[in-house]
T-cell receptor, first 114, second 117 residues
Framework: AQSVTQPDIHITVSEGASLELRCNYS??????LFWYVQSPGQGLQLLLK??????LVQGIKGFEAEFKRSQSSFNLRKPSVHWSDAAEYFCAVGARYGDYKLSFGAGTTVTVRA | GAVVSQHPSWVICKSGTSVKIECRSLDFQATTMFWYRQFPKQSLMLMATSNEGSKATYEQGVEKDKFLINHASLTLSTLTVTSAHPEDSSFYIC?????????????FGPGTRLTVL
């Protein structure tokens, strides 16, 4: 079964600064990879996804992520953070074969200071 | 496209009552839907996989008699929390699976906040 680790529980970043959220996964093959954002009391919004092809993936809201097979990582980046980016971010990994279940990381809370 | 709705968005009930939550895929058909539970400040935990026309598959530790799942059509799955107690208070999120572009993908509903008094 697949698993996901998000090493950073909480990150505080200044508005306008760059942001990088880490995600490491464990899976026997190349998985499907996702980043979601969740505002308080809200559902999940998909930021970006990786299925195959170009390992640098562009998403919504100016986010991008890079799949690195050698490091089993799928880190999320944004060059300049806005106050509205304060939220909970979840990395998820899905099985490419079989039951297609998703496994979520524990999440990283992003706080943006003025 | 690929919109999933949940109803209700929030519900408050008394201990001992049952609560039904609906998950609908609005613009696509989904043979498989998933139900997740999220406690405050925690991640999503998969509760069960709902398959149209068959019994749901529950994850280890989830009581199937407590959380009844019915997937009666290709656009609707329901989760009924039976004899709810305060410890069942949580945020319940569903997703519906769609196959497009050569791969499966889950589309998430907005969630249902359940508070049991």
């Amino acid at each position: 079964a697949q698993s996901v680790t998000q090493p950073d529980i909480h990150i505080t970043v200044s508005e306008g600064a760059s942001l990088e959220l880490r995600c490491n996964y464990s899976y026997g093959a190349t998985p499907y990879l996702f980043w979601y954002v969740q505002s308080p009391g809200q559902g999940l919004q998909l930021l970006l996804k990786y299925f195959s092809g170009d390992t640098l993936v562009q998403g919504i809201k100016g986010f991008e992520a890079e799949f690195k097979r050698s490091q089993s990582s799928f880190n999320l980046r944004k060059p300049s953070v806005h106050w509205s980016d304060a939220a909970e971010y979840f990395c998820a990994v899905g099985a490419r074969y079989g039951d297609y279940k998703l496994s979520f990381g524990a999440g990283t809370t992003v706080t943006v200071r003025a | 496209g690929a919109v999933v709705s949940q109803h209700p968005s929030w519900v408050i009930c008394k201990s001992g009552t049952s609560v039904k939550i609906e998950c609908r895929s609005l613009d696509f058909q989904a043979t498989t839907m998933f139900w997740y539970r999220q406690f405050p400040k925690q991640s999503l935990m998969l509760m069960a996989t709902s398959n149209e026309g068959s019994k749901a598959t529950y994850e280890q530790g989830v009581e199937k008699d407590k959380f009844l799942i019915n997937h009666a059509s290709l656009t609707l799955s329901t989760l009924t929390v039976t004899s709810a107690h305060p410890e069942d208070s949580s945020f319940y999120i569903c997703s519906a699976e769609s196959f497009s572009g050569g791969h499966n993908e889950q589309f998430f509903g907005p969630g249902t906040r359940l508070t049991v008094l």
